[in-house]
């Protein structure tokens, strides 16, 4: 009979919701049924079921067909390629688990690497403003239950995180904020009228890119003085207007995304979004979050800070100390600037969301993808490999954009003889010592894991 | 013909991130983002009809995407592609040193091309690389 499991955590996007249902076959191999899920999680789930989902990791031949080898073979090319390689770049991480990353960090140590994650192209210059400037952020269940004053700042949740507004920011109905919608005001700024800034009481459609001008003018207005008419084509009784509200908010939430950190200011952006914050606090109660991507994109930040000191662009390059230097060793420009002589995609697509010259320039050197599915990276790759799909046959902890951990379930058994992300990299990394002749370190943080199947047996050999 | 200058912004949306959950290579990904947006005043002035290919030019690529009006509403002097790889082919890698490429924000020309094909995913990734044979691998 078909089994009804809940509570699942959906793997696709920053909102990491963890109140799916699914519904899957009675040998625990389909997935019959997703509930709760928007189409995009509900796409995921079902995309498991795919008979041609990838069970051997392919190799690229001299004719450019790919072919079919097994595992142990796989393991031995990725271990040797990067050795091999001075300074390989592994760089993803966008779709596995927190288990998954700290197993990539020993590979990454072994063999000199380079160890990016998606925040690069992405909430990377957030990172950089939160060094500058501090995160004065709370929790998803804060902005539920005390939020009545939302601010969307250059971020589209409706299509992003579909389900954010009626779970955490718009709808939901919480503690403080028991009229739901009712009592919450949202402001959108955007330079389009995206569905979500269809939903706000204020529409501040700014000329696109002058995100500064904006947040700076809110901040003049904040302390009382006087501002031009227009401001990044905004009307200034518009602006006052919004910056009223928000401090007369009794507690006011700014989420900002990819419209402050892809356009000109990147980080400076987020400087004066995060001032805004903290001028506000003057008045009222405000905090601020970064709109996260993936369901498990805060995981890297919080694993790599922990083990290397530094969220991303980690150059271990050095073999005596951790280094960071967005702009330096950050996986776009590491790559125009051919520094990187060996490139792993894991868990990520680089070949669909870099831009194309910084493929081609990858593409120069062994190029190995760790994927589940087939994707544009998979098939430019050298070698793919594929894995088993946390959230979905892997269980695993990840970070929701708010860094609270959550532990995902499997709800389907992987496929026979696929490895999970963090015993793919545990068997590299066993394979790295063999061929350096060199013993392994197994720091583990739970005794039950996978493998090595008897850590401390290993550990006292 | 006439060539438009415009501001192209490149971002998510709900229809790139449900297809591309049934794989790059389906169908549905190449029709959710193989399209460009715009406002129906610049499509009149460089005469672009709806649903008709036009070819998308930046400092550094190029690419023939299907023009619609804006899903959106995107002010004259906008366009957006969703993110993707037909977005990715005309994304200057430029960081600003922050390490993340100007997805948006940066100039593009816009021309009618009505006679051009799109490209699917996997032409034009395989296509960068060298990789592209007729027919798929």
């Known amino acids: 009979m078909p089994k009804l499991i809940t509570q699942v955590g959906c793997p696709y996007c920053g909102s990491s919701c963890d109140d799916i249902e699914v519904i899957v076959s009675d040998d625990n191999k389909k997935i019959l049924e997703v509930h709760n899920a928007c189409i995009i999680g509900t796409n995921l789930f079902m995309h498991a079921n795919d008979p041609t989902r990838p069970k051997l990791p392919r190799m690229r031949q001299a004719d450019g067909s790919m072919k079919e080898i097994a595992y142990p073979e796989a393991i031995d090319f990725m271990a040797k390629t990067m050795l091999a390689a001075k300074k390989p770049l592994i760089y993803g991480f966008g779709s596995t688990n927190c288990e998954g990353m700290a197993a990539v960090a020993r590979i990454a140590e072994k063999s000199g690497a380079v160890l990016d994650n998606c925040a690069t192209i992405c909430h990377g210059p957030s990172f950089l403003a939160m060094f500058d400037n501090g995160y004065p952020s709370c929790t998803l269940g804060e902005a539920k239950n005390r939020a009545d004053v939302v601010v969307f700042w250059g971020c589209n949740p409706m299509h992003a995180h579909p389900r954010h507004t009626s779970r955490y920011s718009i709808f939901p109905r919480g503690y403080f904020t028991s009229k739901g919608q009712m009592q919450r005001t949202i402001l959108s700024v955007d330079p389009r009228q995206t569905d979500t800034a269809k939903l706000a009481d204020i529409h501040l459609m700014l000329d696109q890119g002058h995100d500064y001008e904006l947040f700076d003018a809110f901040r003049t207005v904040l302390k009382g003085y006087d501002i031009p008419d227009v401001v990044a084509g905004i009307k200034k009784e518009t602006i006052v207007k919004a910056v009223d509200i928000m401090k007369k908010a009794r507690f006011c939430m700014i989420f900002f995304g990819m419209g402050c950190t892809h356009t000109d200011g990147r980080n400076h952006n987020i400087d004066a979004a995060i001032s805004l914050t903290r001028d506000l606090n003057n008045y009222t109660k405000c905090s601020i979050m970064a709109m996260r991507g993936h369901y498990n994109i805060a995981g890297p930040g919080q694993v790599w800070s922990w083990i290397f000191g530094f969220p991303y662009c980690i150059d271990l390059s050095k073999g005596t100390h951790a280094h960071m230097n967005p702009g330096e060793t950050s996986s776009v420009d590491l790559a125009m600037r051919d520094e990187v002589d060996c490139f792993v995609n894991i868990g990520a697509d680089a070949g669909a969301h870099f831009p194309i010259q910084a493929v081609q320039h990858l593409k120069k050197h062994p190029f190995i993808t760790v994927d589940p599915n087939f994707n544009m990276a998979s098939e430019i790759a050298d070698l793919h490999i594929p894995v088993r799909i946390a959230g979905v046959d892997e269980p695993g902890v990840v970070y929701r954009m708010d860094n609270v951990p959550i532990q995902f379930k499997a709800v389907i058994d992987g496929l026979p003889g696929v490895p999970s992300d963090e015993e793919l990299f545990d068997m590299v990394y066993e394979r790295m010592c063999e061929l350096t002749n060199t013993q392994p370190v197994w720091i583990a943080a739970k005794e039950d894991r996978k493998h090595p199947a008897n850590i401390s047996a290993v550990n006292e050999a | ?137």
């Open chain 2, 1 to 137: 013909m006439t060539k438009l200058n415009l501001n192209m912004i490149t971002q998510r949306s709900v229809e790139e991130g449900a297809a591309m959950e049934k794989g790059k290579t389906n169908p549905d990904y190449f029709e959710a983002c193989s399209i460009i947006e715009m406002n129906p005043e610049d499509m009149k002035k460089a005469g672009i009809w709806v649903n008709s290919n036009v070819r998308v030019t930046s400092e550094c690529g190029t690419v023939v995407v299907k023009c619609i009006h804006a899903t959106q509403y995107c002010p004259p002097g906008l366009a957006h592609i969703r993110q993707g790889v037909w977005a990715n082919q005309v994304v200057p890698p430029r960081t600003q040193s922050t390490g993340t490429p100007q997805y948006s924000g940066f100039p593009v020309t816009v021309e009618p091309a009505f006679t051009e094909e799109r490209k699917t995913a996997l032409q034009l990734v395989q296509g960068a690389v060298g990789l592209w044979k007729k027919g798929g691998n």
